[in-house]
């Protein structure tokens, strides 16, 4: 009864792993979607004229890391209508264009795809930045792997235990 029971456990963990390992396998991050692609365009084009990422700042502020420190709301109007959030007074903003000499940025009429893959190319150099913090997210799969292996291999383990226990 219990070496069957002690069975079944471990046919269910290894299904899981088999299914779990590919799934996970997708979900690295790793390479930059299509869009980001599309994204570095617009920034070359439209944007470096003003704007480095990690290189300082130009006319206007150095956008490393402003997708982790803004909102993507409040992103997403910087970069379609700047000229409405200096309108609107917004305190962000306002401490911005002092930092600039009151230039302001203009409207740079992008579409919502650009601004969009804009968006996907900025945070795609922020993953690439905070790599080398902790695990590379590449190792991932293999640790949980390992883990489920583990497991697994604990649970066959049991299960020989349990042979013996039945012969006497
Ligand atoms: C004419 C120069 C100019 C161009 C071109 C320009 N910007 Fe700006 N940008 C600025 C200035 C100046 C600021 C700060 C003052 C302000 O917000 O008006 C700013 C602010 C920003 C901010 C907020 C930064 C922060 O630290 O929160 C983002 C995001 C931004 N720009 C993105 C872009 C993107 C994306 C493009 C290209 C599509 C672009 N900018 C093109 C001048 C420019």
Request: hydrophobic share 45%; proline share 7%; with cysteine.
């Amino acid at each position: 009864m219990l070496r069957q029971k002690a069975g079944s456990t471990v046919l269910s963990l290894s299904l899981l792993a088999v299914f779990l390992a590919p799934l996970l396998a997708h979900s690295q991050p790793g390479a930059a979607p299509a869009s980001a692609i599309e994204g570095k365009q617009v920034f070359v084009e439209k944007c470096t004229a003003c704007h480095t990422i990690g290189k300082g700042k130009l006319v206007g502020p150095d956008l490393s890391g402003v997708t982790v420190r803004r909102e993507d709301v409040w992103l997403r109007r910087q970069i379609k209508e700047p000229d409405q959030l200096i309108a609107e007074g917004d305190p962000i903003v306002m401490e911005l264009l002092k930092e600039s000499n009151n230039v302001p940025m203009v409207p740079l009429g992008l579409s919502d795809t650009e601004i969009e893959a804009v968006i996907a190319y900025l945070k795609s150099t922020e993953q690439q930045a905070s790599q080398p913090a902790g695990l590379p997210s590449r190792y991932v799969p293999t640790v949980l792997i390992s883990i489920a292996a583990i497991i697994v291999f604990t649970l066959i383990g049991l299960g020989a235990g349990n042979k013996k226990v039945d012969l006497r």
